[in-house]
């Protein structure tokens, strides 16, 4: 079995709410279209603020490491700039322990396919809050063989490959 995921991330600009209207894709790291240009000048403690809760979250989602000692590790490498423009320590350990409430009930993998069972919110792809996309898109039921099809239904429509999800047997 082969499963192959590449999913375009459509990002705006954390300055929206103050008129800035750039947009950007990514796919895998990398910006694949940036339009529009920023209405201010760049925060470098901002953007550094925000890596920072980024990688909190992944550790959050990756690790067993308490919610305390998770926060603790990425404001001991960030600058006093950056400092202050974090969220206050409640706030973030909310996001963290979110991000543990919602990887922490992840699904055992499936020992076969005539017995796995794709629970809705694994058959949905919301692109921003509030959207919601069917993520699963065919699936030929409970046998030995079955074909289950991934696909985001605009890259269908648009024919970009890059955005699809294959599952092969
Ligand atoms: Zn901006």
Known sequence: MVIILQVTQFWRCDQK????KVRLH???G???LEMGRHVHRPNPGRLEALKAV???KRRAEETEESTSCVISTQLQRISQEAHGSLPSADALKRRVRRVRQRTGAALP???SLST???PEKYRQYAPSPGVIENFLLFDSGPSADRILIFSRPRSTEVGIGSEHVTEKY
């Open 30 to 32: 990398t910006v694949i």
């Open 116 to 118: 796995l069972v794709i």
């Open 17 to 20: 709410n103050d008129g800035c």
């Open 54 to 56: 980024t990688a909190m």
């Open 26 to 28: 990514e796919n895998g």
């Open 109 to 111: 993998n499936p020992t």
